[in-house]
């Protein structure tokens, strides 16, 4: 239900979309991905992707993805053509000495990190091309490789700052991405600066140094204790740490909410504005219960791992001094065990991937979706619709180097 204020109609933002359904989704997914060696994965991404945005309703009309798996799929396949002298260079470095292979990694790693930034700008172009609301498309301009560059040079610059200057670097970062991106006719801005989140950022930066600083003072003043041989800082400096550990953690959330609420805010949309507010706590409490799902998962695993083991290793554990030839035993009756042990591992680690975007990714789409209101919404009706960027065939380096989003 809108409202009518000074600053025109109040649109709101609903998400309608179940936990459980995301859940259904990925975990068939996941199944499929097995006999298709992963490539069934770009269908996963597209039934994640169509989830989400349809489940994003604004003033009553939802969001629309109509992107598709073959095009990412194909988009993959340039980028591993694209990633085959890489390939070569790292065997060779391979085959060098360690002084040239740790400066050959070195500088591949740049390359990577550099070349991430211009696969995260044609990524959003990406999605943008493909997601429409009440029939008009979206898209974003601008330069992929002058992004990537002005993100290489601010990283640089963290490094030298000790992180000091990342208020700046988001704010630039958010106003190239923003000024660029389209709603048909109607261009995007973003009217922040870098004071939109330099309280916040160090407020927070501040305690981790202070808190650093007093656990190095209290481990100096505190005395060593001496443990088995080994000289370690007491328990004060411990108790000090685990301190500073928590306060960081929980910094990090109070952060998250402060500078998702800030930045979005700033947002605009021709004569539409955005306001967003996500609170600390909501962000705390869905990590809290990634936790516990994982606890949950754990339990399951170990279980099931503990009757496998036990099956295999029954024999040896009933007969101490046999667990040698039994485990001899084990490897010579083919290749079966070894693959489900490695299948086991590898389900783990599914799961966790599954929990961590039915609780983290989920919930943080559904705290911003819900924490949106849109003024002057009406000033959108009039918008015009452009044609589709028919150029972009997926999303290339984006899905190769693992830097898309949802």
Request: hydrophobic residues 50%; positive net charge; glycine residues 12%.
């Amino acid at each position: 239900m809108s409202e009518e204020r000074g600053q025109g109609r109040l649109a709101p933002v609903h998400f309608t979309g179940e936990r459980s359904e995301l859940f259904g989704l990925l975990f068939r997914g996941y199944l499929l991905m097995v006999p298709t060696l992963g490539i069934y994965r770009f269908w996963v991404t597209t039934w994640k992707r169509r989830f989400y945005w349809q489940n994003t309703v604004i003033d009553g009309d939802p969001l629309e993805y109509t992107g598709h798996a073959m095009q990412l799929l194909i988009g993959f396949l340039f980028a591993l053509a694209f990633f085959l002298p890489i390939y070569i260079v790292f065997f060779y470095l391979s085959t060098q000495s360690p002084e040239i292979t740790i400066i050959g990694y070195a500088a591949v790693g740049v390359t990577l990190w550099f070349l991430s930034g211009y696969a995260i700008y044609r990524g959003r172009d990406f999605r943008l091309s493909r997601t429409l609301w009440r029939g008009i498309r979206f898209n974003q301009h601008g330069n992929g490789w002058g992004y990537a560059w002005r993100r290489f040079g601010w990283s640089i610059l963290m490094v030298l700052t000790l992180g000091l200057v990342y208020p700046f670097m988001a704010s630039n970062l958010w106003k190239y991405r923003y000024n660029h991106t389209w709603y048909g006719d109607r261009q995007f801005g973003w009217t922040g600066s870098w004071k939109t989140i330099a309280g916040p950022y160090y407020k927070l930066y501040g305690a981790v140094v202070a808190l650093a600083f007093a656990t190095i003072f209290v481990s100096a003043s505190g005395g060593l204790v001496e443990v088995d041989g080994v000289l370690m800082p007491g328990w004060p400096a411990w108790a000090m740490g685990s301190a500073a550990a928590l306060v960081l953690w929980l910094g990090v959330y109070y952060f998250r909410s402060r500078e998702a609420t800030r930045m979005f805010s700033q947002v605009r949309v021709g004569d539409a504005t955005i306001s967003v507010k996500v609170r600390a706590r909501s962000l705390f409490g869905q990590f809290l219960l990634y936790c516990l799902s994982l606890t949950g998962a754990l339990v399951v695993f170990g279980m099931f791992i503990g009757v496998i083991v036990g099956s295999l290793f029954g024999n040896a554990l009933m007969n101490p001094g046999a667990e040698g030839a039994e485990f001899a035993r084990i490897l010579q009756s083919g290749w079966g065990t070894i693959a489900w042990l490695i299948a086991c591992y590898l389900a783990l680690l599914a799961s966790f991937a599954l929990l961590g975007e039915v609780f983290l990714g989920y919930g943080y789409w559904m705290l911003v979706a819900r924490g949106a209101v849109i003024s002057n919404a009406d000033s959108l009706k009039s918008a015009r619709a452009t044609g589709e960027d028919l150029a972009l065939v997926g999303e290339g380096l984006a899905d190769a180097l693992n830097v898309g989003a949802y």
